[in-house]
């Protein structure tokens, strides 16, 4: 979806879509989504500055850093966004923006993607590191076999648990 500042009635106009998970299509190889995306906010423009606010709220399914098993989780957040033109970013940037200045992006002056607010605040939601519990034992390097559900026979580093525990009674000399 989206919003034509042209069509903009008195600078400003509420909007409210839901997607389905396939509409977004895949926008990233660690998350999916799951389930319709709701998102609901508003546009206000103000001479060359768009603010955009609203949320979004959907399920997701990212994999786990470890051993790559999909984790659900929840999204729901609050967005509030900056947009300046182009010429504008230009001529500010000298004076006070910088890289930092996060919220602000660049557009094109014409029009607002929802679509694109909708994926990016998805993957802000995310996790960068993602554990599918605390503990997650991984991968095997070698056989690749998902060590929390099995064991295999795969040389490893892994001390005797007697051992580590004489270990930690030492300072893990
Ligand atoms: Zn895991
Ligand atoms: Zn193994």
Redesign the pocket.
Known sequence: MRIELVNLEHGRADFAHVYQPDELGSFDERVQIVAPVDVTGNVRLERTEVFVNGHIETRAQVECDRCLQRVEMRVDADFDLQYITGTDYESNAAAELTEDDLSVAVFDGQAIDVDEIVKEQVLLAVPTRMLCRPDCKGI?P????DKNTGD???ATDEVDPRWAALKNLTGGK
């Open positions: 095997c070698d056989c690749g076999i295999c026979a795969c």
